[in-house]
């Protein structure tokens, strides 16, 4: 069990005293807390963390700016083959590309002989099935179904396989 | 040149996505719509361009115009039985 002088030497607490701040504040709101839940835990461990005032938490960009995510709706959200197969049924389903020539990373102009108007016809379908946003920036980096794949895994925000702790 | 290229690909989506609820259904839409595009591919003067853009675009107002014109005529039936 920790004592209370243990306690007591937290620098978080020690200034709040100095402050005459309610504890309660000085700890953070619930929004603080879990902005620090996103640091690398090295951080969260380290003594350094007590130290980290509310400013500097709060230039932190969090990792959603999407105000509501329910992930009461479906669980999770989709896994990378989950994409990736999604993808490629509709590209089978665009009815000016055979299916058997359907693949991740089949060059839309150059492989399946597309045109810039064919693009933009995939993309809004790929907004309507994905439910994500894809700005005219975005749409002229899309070549390929995996460069699709890429950008909508981001949107989506699925963690990528080496950057799971 | 390719803010041009940039603004028709943004007209061609907006006009698809207009045209989702065409009267005579979506895909007799869209080849209509892939003709006209198709028909002045080869279209390079600049001033021309910003011309056709301009016609896309009272298109555009044109198709909200009869979106609307059906709604008043939906609700209108809906109230008065004899016109």
Known sequence: MMSLSHIFKSRVIQLALLRNKSLSRSFGGSMVKFRYTLLPPVIQNSSLFHTFNTQFIRSIPLLSNRQVRLFSEDGLPPTWEEVNKKIIDVLSAFDKIAPENVSLGAHFVNDLGLDSLDIVEIVMSFEDFFDVEITDDELETIFSGKDAADLIGRKLEIPFPEAAL | ?83
Do not use: H, W
């Not at chain 2, 011309?51 to 609307?68: D, T």
């Open chain 2, 1 to 83: 040149m390719s803010s041009q290229r940039r603004v028709v690909l943004q007209l061609y989506r907006e006009l698809l996505f207009m045209g989702r609820e065409y009267p005579m259904g979506f895909l007799f839409f869209r080849e209509r719509l892939r003709k006209v595009f198709q028909k002045n591919k080869t279209v390079e003067d600049y001033e021309q361009i910003s011309n056709l853009i301009k016609r896309g675009n009272f298109v555009i107002k044109e198709l909200e115009a009869m979106y609307k014109l059906r709604k008043y005529r939906t609700l209108k039936k809906n109230y008065y039985e004899d016109s």
